[in-house]
């Protein structure tokens, strides 16, 4: 019985201590970082775009969405609600039909936050979209996760990928 409340006393100590040290090292990371990758697809601008603007859909061809709600402001501003392992909020702050798209994240409580810039670029009869994270990772250990762990890019490299799927395309965003 003794070495068993050993053993939990040390890997509960080794456990806080990782934790404090990645802490502590999330915390001489910059908050902000500007992430970017890109894909080709051999469709048209207006195809990739059509299917991007279509935050209904999402959920039948991006894993880890459940759904999302779609709201009209009375201004006219579109705002959309992803539900995942966590609910977050966006706005669309620019909309240009087959060129840009801009989302931006309105939650203020879940640890990061930031905005993606959608771009369709015609490219020798395809589409280049390219997504751009302007991102701020305010937890600590969110932002030593982020960059030593998963990646600033992988986020955009699952949405990519899947967007590529849904288009039937296999492709590996760079």
Known sequence: ??????IVIVVVGVVIV????????GSTLPKNHTASRSILLHRSPK???DVVRDFGSAPSWRSGVKSIEVKTQPDG???????GSDTIDYAVDEDVPGQKLVTR????DLGYGGKWTYEFVPEGG???????EDG????????FMSR????????IDTYLTSLAKRLGEDVVPS
């Open 1 to 6: 019985m003794k070495t068993l409340i050993i």
């Open 18 to 25: 990782v934790a404090a040290v990645a802490a502590l090292i």
């Open 47 to 49: 195809e990739v775009y």
């Open 77 to 83: 501003k579109v705002q959309f609600s992803e539900v």
């Open 105 to 108: 994240i309105l939650n203020t």
């Open 126 to 132: 395809a589409t280049r979209v390219r997504i751009t």
């Open 136 to 143: 701020e990772v305010s937890n600590v250990l969110f932002r």
């Open 148 to 155: 030593y762990v998963f990646g600033h890019t992988a986020t």
